[in-house]
Structure formats: structure tokens, C-alpha cells
């Protein structure tokens, strides 16, 4: 088995789980995983990587919202939602559906940065220390873009859905 071949062995759940997370569409997630991992080929062979996981991982995230930005720019917007008790339901099931579809594509809609500290923190339940770690960043700067994503995307998902 080749280095190549081992870090794609030891790393694939990881950036299938951060993509699908993000995107919770597995031919996109597919999709998504292809990719990180021919970035990551092609980063590979341009300098050492320090740590694999938090590379793939960062990649993983970041490709994930472009495809959410892909997926916005194809579609129309959702009509409104009234939120309603969890029991199960049919009804309750549809309408998690599109709040999940609703905040994946509000996060779409954040700077690269916030999306992806979003992203990191509460998809994949990283400590700021972890994120700031695999974003190469210090951890106030993570809490700085985690208020701003929050406060975006309040302000996204409180606004009356278009079309109304």
C-alpha cells in the first residue's frame, strides 16, 4: 500500500462525514470527497502537509459550502415555515427537511471564513482551539467569525423567505 493509498484509507470517513454534515446529500458528498482528495493530491505534491486530518478536513468543509453554493444558485427559495413539536410525524419530518435545507443554504451565503468556522463548530462539534488549529488561525479569530456567522445567519433565517 502506498503513503497515498493510506492517508485516503485513514482519512475517507473523515471527509465523507464533514461533507455530509455540511451538505446531507450523499451524491454531493461523493462528489465533494473526489475532490478534496485530488486538491489534496495536488497539494501533496507541492509542499509537506503538516496534518492531514485538519487539511482534509478544512477542504472537506470549504468544498462542501461551494457545492451548497452551487445548489443555491440552481434552485428557487423555499416558502415559509411555521416550526411545530417534534413527534415523528410525517408533517414534523418535511418540515426538519427544509429547516436543514433552509440553514444549509443560508450558510451558502457566508464568507468563506464564517462558513467554514460554522461549519467546523457545529457540524463536526470541533473546539475552537481544533478549528483554529486546522484553519491556521488564532482561537479569537475562530470566536470572532463564529458571532459573525451566527449573527448572519439569524438575520438569514429570520427574514421572510422570498416570494411571499
Same mark, same amino acid.
Given at each position: ?14 471527509? &465523507? ?17 473526489? @475532490? ?11 509542499? /509537506? ?6 487539511? #482534509?478536513?478544512?477542504? %472537506? *468543509? ?16 423555499? @416558502?415559509?415555515?411555521? #416550526? ?5 410525524? /410525517?408533517?414534523?419530518?418535511?418540515? @426538519? ?20 468556522? &460554522? ?25 470572532? *467569525?463564529?458571532?459573525? %456567522?451566527?449573527?448572519?445567519?439569524? %438575520? #438569514?433565517?429570520?427574514? %421572510?423567505?422570498?416570494?411571499?
Amino acid at each position: 500500500m502506498t503513503e497515498w493509498d493510506r492517508i485516503v484509507q485513514e482519512h475517507g470517513q473523515l471527509v &465523507f462525514g464533514t461533507a455530509w454534515r455540511v451538505l446531507g446529500h450523499v451524491a454531493d458528498t461523493e462528489d465533494v470527497v473526489q @475532490e478534496v482528495f485530488i486538491e489534496a493530491d495536488r497539494i501533496r505534491q507541492t509542499r /509537506p502537509v503538516r496534518s492531514w486530518g485538519g487539511l #482534509l478536513r478544512r477542504l %472537506a *468543509a470549504c468544498r462542501a459550502i461551494d457545492r451548497l453554493r452551487q445548489r443555491r444558485a440552481n434552485h428557487s427559495s423555499l @416558502e415559509g415555515l411555521a #416550526l411545530a413539536a417534534h413527534d415523528d410525524s /410525517p408533517e414534523d419530518v418535511a418540515v @426538519e427537511h427544509e429547516l436543514s435545507d433552509r440553514l444549509r443554504e443560508a450558510v451558502a451565503q457566508l464568507p468563506e471564513r464564517e462558513g467554514t468556522v &460554522f461549519c467546523l463548530r457545529y457540524f463536526d462539534d470541533l473546539s475552537y482551539q481544533r478549528i483554529a488549529e486546522i484553519l491556521n488561525i488564532r482561537s479569537g479569530a475562530v470566536a470572532v *467569525a463564529l458571532h459573525k %456567522a451566527r449573527t448572519k445567519l439569524e %438575520a #438569514l433565517l429570520t427574514e %421572510a423567505p422570498k416570494g411571499d
